[in-house]
């Protein structure tokens, strides 16, 4: 990860239209040799061993989050929050906690009223949370300690690294850093899989919790599709959504609150990353009336626990 972390040092340095313009040419040549695995890895749609299925009979699931990277996605964290309710969508909301901005308890406390979810994103989302087992356990009980201030259960760490044998220092019921495919991440090795699945913790050791629940986000990222490719349709999602569908999989999306304004012309007008994201929910309910269970990502764990015959994760003493 080294060149990762000499990207991340000189990327203040870099206008954003120079930032742009380097990951379009690059994403160009990976989207050139990954048109086997993405948007679509067939690969990924074989279930779990013994899965059950989805409660009540459910064909498939969708689950929404959205990560706050900046003072603009925190401002607009209301808004958004009101559009999914009034499509009958609740979603999860991940603040970095040392990052910055600060997310106030009453804004915490706002979501939670309304059922939406809480979740901690990264420690400060520099690109260093992972780079080396001690730091990773020096950041893990700070992490700790705003799971149990925000009562959170869920974690996803900036830029979708990810270790899943370090996760387990977390008092997390799940982690959400992984995909199913994404070559466009800066570690893009998938998960390989449409489904959450469970990540027991090593035999021998002295792990106060048996494990955690990973949930891949299956649909391809706001900022690949509507940043870097600047796909004007909305077409892949639609189509990925279409894919997971048939195979009974689960559509988790991951919506960042700081690009939802940004946008580019087409024959009919400007369109933005909001807009596409409300089409998308729009042709969810439309398209699939009756047909998914919407759960939050906290609620999906949990029927990944209780399918395991796993009790919840208890705080650590840290």
């Not at 609740?90 to 979501?111: C, D, K, M, T």
Request: hydrophobic content about 40%; aromatic content about 12%.
């Amino acid at each position: 990860m080294l060149k990762d972390r000499m990207y991340y040092a000189v990327k203040p340095l870099l206008p954003w239209s120079l930032r742009i313009a380097l990951r379009r040419i690059v994403a160009r040549r990976i989207a050139r040799r990954s048109r086997e695995i993405w948007p679509i890895n067939p690969a990924a749609a074989n279930p779990p061993p013994d899965w059950p299925g989805w409660p009540d009979g459910k064909q498939f699931a969708v689950v929404l989050t959205h990560d706050v990277e900046g003072p603009r996605g925190l401002a607009r964290c209301a808004e958004l929050a009101n559009r999914e309710a009034k499509l009958g969508f609740r979603s999860s909301f991940n603040f970095i906690p040392e990052g910055s901005y600060q997310v106030g308890a009453n804004l915490r406390r706002e979501l939670d009223a309304r059922n939406f979810e809480i979740g901690v994103h990264d420690l400060k989302h520099d690109g260093r949370l992972y780079a080396n087992r001690e730091a990773f356990r020096q950041h893990a009980r700070q992490i700790n300690r705003y799971l149990a201030e925000w009562q959170a259960v869920g974690f996803r760490s900036g830029f979708m690294y990810h270790n899943l044998d370090w996760l387990h220092d977390l008092d997390a019921d799940y982690d959400a850093s992984t995909f199913d495919t994404d070559p466009f991440e800066p570690q893009p090795d998938a998960a390989d899989t449409i489904f959450p699945f469970w990540v027991e913790s090593p035999a021998g050791t002295a792990a106060r919790k048996p494990g955690y629940v990973e949930l891949p986000y299956t649909l391809p990222q706001d900022s690949t599709l509507f940043m870097i490719f600047q796909e004007s349709a909305g077409t892949i999602w639609k189509e990925k959504v279409d894919w997971l569908v048939r195979q009974g999989g689960m559509v988790l999306v991951n919506v960042h609150p700081d690009y939802l304004h940004l946008g580019h012309a087409t024959p009919a007008g400007g369109i933005t990353v909001m807009d596409h994201y409300v089409n998308l929910l729009g042709y969810l309910k439309d398209t699939y009336p009756g047909a998914y269970w919407h759960a939050l990502p906290r609620e999906v764990a949990a029927y990944v626990r209780a399918w395991k015959k796993i009790a919840p994760a208890l705080p650590s003493a840290q």
